[in-house]
């Protein structure tokens, strides 16, 4: 069983940077899609980011394309979300995500693992 760890959310003014950590236990996962969501207060989760297994694909939301950078060691069964320039609106819980299919699963929300999340809040 596949279980899905993220860590390294915080408080953080805007303008500033966050790395975001996702260990996975249970099995290696270099064979994996994996990726990030986010859920703000009152809205519905959103796709952020993510990667192909081998992490030569890589892609985003419109929305923190330039500012977030996805990637995984595949050594430490870990990927990242390396978060630049926040802004209030980057505020939300973040889920890492990873799934055996093609990244197209990952990236429309269907994956099949999920952690519990961490929370990140950009103050102004």
């Known amino acids: 069983q596949v279980q899905l760890a993220e860590s390294g959310g915080g408080l953080v003014q805007a303008g500033g940077s966050l790395r975001l950590s996702c260990g996975a236990s249970?099995?290696?996962?270099?064979?994996?899609?994996m990726g990030w969501f986010r859920q703000a207060p009152g809205k519905e989760r959103e796709f952020v980011a993510a990667?192909?297994?081998?992490?030569?694909?890589?892609y985003y939301a419109d929305s923190v394309k330039g500012r977030f950078t996805i990637s995984r060691d595949n050594a430490k069964n870990t990927m990242y979300l390396q978060m630049n320039s926040l802004k209030p609106e980057d505020t939300a819980i973040y889920y890492c995500?990873?799934?055996?299919?093609?990244?197209?699963?990952?990236?429309?929300?269907?994956?099949?693992?999920w952690g519990q999340g961490t929370q990140v809040t950009v103050s102004s």
């Open positions: 995500v990873a799934d055996s299919r093609p990244v197209s699963y990952v990236k429309a929300g269907t994956g099949e693992h």
């Open positions: 249970g099995r290696t996962l270099w064979n994996y899609a």
């Open positions: 990667l192909s297994w081998s992490g030569g694909s890589t």
